[in-house]
């Protein structure tokens, strides 16, 4: 029997894919007797930031790691495409629906136990820690004591929801960027004046005291949009308001600016801001975000939120499957181990639960090499010689180049991808002959 505390998108995949191989299973959440400041629902898998898990095509690189834990049969990436909302060229989710999914197919697993309770400690092994980044207190004084070396962390945001029938239409449009795929996202245009405008309230409105912030201490991949908004006037047009690829139907040109929104249910009755995380005090995202015009009116559902995150210095602590160097039957997961994204945490959770299976077994974990995304990611978290370690995207710097030379990006990163999946189909093959002969 393996243990695994935690029932988010790293908790969860680890528990299923430890279940599928056989192996007993119990799954500790502490919700729905405690929660996190940033956690609203009682369900496992979560989503406390975007309902996007961003892009889909094999030319970038989250979406190859996607396409390699479908192929490896993930029940995160299974539940994410049975729950897709339209997102242009992303993978995005119903929220709720997503995470109803996934709590209904781990509930009704016969091989998973789930105990709702609150661990303090970590367990002997074997077991997997998967309680995030917004572990306990208890839990990461227990998990800072188990290693004798302190956390480190960075701060996270999420951003605000609206209702759709509260945007106003005359004011917006639905277009997807260049046009790709459907047109899915409502587009909110603000002229140089309206942007100017809305900027000075920006970065003069009111924050939210989070004990410890700073600037510097902020995730880039999560970057509060007022934090962006101090680094300069054009910050912002050439990130989440970038106007490129859009055009404004009223007047066939592209606009100063553009806030986009996103679905954020299956139904299309709330969208959320993207590129929007702040922290903000709640009146001050409504006045300032109501500048944008076609928010004038906009009905807030969720506002933004702000938590630190934590994470391990994992380089000097674990190895290429998430397990504790002194003790492999000790293993982590998720965005504590500095994976950053949902994805590359569902993918963790994978890799982690797959070579505990084996070590259970008296087996050799399988090594996914440095040509996959989810071998390049573990061989990341667990590389010594890094002395400043940051949570990393998935991306393909971290990923063994080819041999051959191609210059154009998109070319050479579909070729990597290509390679990669490969890979991913020959280490199938390989398992589906073991158990195979298991059975025969």
Not at 222 to 243: H, I, Q, S, W, Y
Not at 318 to 323: M, N
Not at 376 to 405: C, H, K, V
């Amino acid at each position: 029997m393996v243990k695994v505390i935690g029932a988010g998108l790293a908790g969860a995949e680890a528990a299923w894919q430890l279940a599928q191989r056989g192996i007993a299973v119990e799954l500790y959440e502490m919700k729905p007797h405690k929660k996190s400041p940033a956690h609203h629902t009682d369900t496992f898998a979560e989503l406390v930031c975007s309902n996007s898990l961003r892009g889909d095509r094999l030319e970038n690189a989250v979406g190859l790691l996607k396409e390699e834990m479908r192929r490896l049969g993930s029940l995160i990436i299974e539940c994410a495409d049975q729950t897709r909302v339209e997102a242009g060229g992303c993978l995005a989710v119903d929220r709720e629906g997503f995470s109803n999914l996934v709590t209904e197919k781990i509930r009704n697993h016969p091989n998973i136990t789930v105990k709702e309770q609150e661990i303090t400690q970590v367990p002997e092994g074997p077991v997997i820690v998967a309680t995030g980044p917004l572990t306990s207190e208890a839990m990461s004084q227990a998990i800072g004591e188990y290693f004798g070396t302190g956390y480190l962390h960075f701060f996270d945001a999420a951003a605000p929801l609206v209702t759709a029938d509260s945007v106003d239409m005359d004011k917006a449009w639905w277009q997807s960027r260049y046009d790709r795929g459907t047109p899915d996202y409502i587009n909110c245009a603000m002229d140089k004046d309206e942007y100017a405008a809305f900027l000075q309230e920006l970065i003069h409105a009111e924050e939210a005291p989070v004990h410890g912030f700073e600037d510097k201490h902020v995730f880039e991949g999560c970057m509060p949009v007022e934090v962006m908004a101090r680094r300069g006037p054009d910050t912002l047009r050439f990130g989440p308001l970038k106007p490129v690829g859009l055009t404004d139907p009223k007047t066939g040109k592209e606009p100063y600016a553009v806030v986009q929104l996103r679905q954020d249910n299956a139904a299309k009755s709330v969208f959320n801001l993207v590129g929007f995380q702040t922290h903000l005090k709640f009146p001050e995202q409504k006045r300032v975000f109501s500048m944008i015009p076609a928010l004038k009116n906009a009905e807030f559902v969720r506002y933004g939120v702000m938590h630190r995150n934590t994470f391990l210095q994992s380089p000097k602590l674990l190895d290429r499957f998430y397990a504790d160097r002194r003790d492999p039957m000790v293993a982590f997961a998720g965005q504590m181990t500095g994976v950053e994204g949902y994805v590359e945490s569902a993918a963790s959770g994978y890799l982690a639960a797959v070579a505990m299976a084996a070590k259970v077994k008296g087996e050799a974990p399988v090594e996914f090499p440095k040509e996959t995304a989810i071998g390049a990611l573990g061989l990341y978290i667990s590389d010594e010689r890094i002395e400043q370690f940051q949570p990393m995207n998935i991306n393909f710097s971290i990923i063994a180049p080819l041999t051959q030379r191609i210059r154009k990006k998109s070319e050479k990163n579909l070729a990597i991808a290509n390679r990669s999946l490969a890979i991913i189909d020959e280490i199938i093959s390989k398992e589906r002959g073991v158990a195979d002969e298991d059975h025969s």
